[in-house]
């Protein structure tokens, strides 16, 4: 059974308000719209579970051809085998020669971004960009590109707008701040 609906009491207090992301999504769908006009149709690949939200706002506002595919990866907790990610899902679809752009909620340390971005590019798009709709740059420890950004934050565990804590508030309409505790590493890997 699925945890109930915080209480109003139990929100995490704000750090990116829902009218800030609305209009910050617009401006990424408005400049992704204009870079790949002449690009024919794009594929969006989202990260699953986190940028489902992120990315359904950002297909919706693009004025060019799309094509909307699905990855899951799962980082290892730092205790276990820090740094491995392994692929859970894949796309259905065959990438080689297509624009493809990678919808991602958060980039943390970068290390699954890196992973995602390095296999992604072996099967030879003709190009191959990131947008993130948050980033720590504080805990960056791979390089990693990101095209299009939507907001920078502090090194602080974030809800919303598709992230979570253990599940639980993914669906706040905007992004908040939560009290955790170092055991739980980084948001994504």
Do not use: N
Request: hydrophobic content about 40%.
């Amino acid at each position: 059974m699925a945890d109930p609906p915080p209480a109003e009491h139990d929100l995490p207090p704000v750090l990116i308000s829902e009218e800030a992301i609305v209009q910050r999504v617009a401006e990424l769908a408005g400049q992704i719209s204009s870079d790949y006009a002449q690009a024919g149709e794009i594929v969006l690949v989202g990260v699953l579970k986190g940028a489902f939200i992120f990315l359904a706002d950002l297909a919706r506002r693009l004025t060019i051809e799309r094509r909307v595919e699905f990855i899951a990866l799962s980082s290892y907790p730092s205790g276990a085998r820090s740094g491995a990610v392994r692929l859970l899902m894949d796309m259905r679809c065959d990438i080689r020669g297509r624009h493809v752009l990678v919808v991602e909620d958060i980039v943390d340390t970068g290390s699954t971004l890196r992973y995602l971005l390095d296999m992604l590019g072996a099967r030879e798009p003709a190009s191959l960009r990131c947008c993130a709709l948050v980033r720590k740059k504080e805990r960056l420890r791979s390089e990693v590109e990101i095209r299009y950004l939507g907001f920078d934050i502090p090194d602080r565990w974030v809800v919303g707008y598709g992230l979570d804590y253990r599940e639980r508030y993914r669906t706040l309409p905007y992004i908040g701040i939560m009290d955790t505790s170092e055991e739980d590493g980084p948001q994504d890997g």
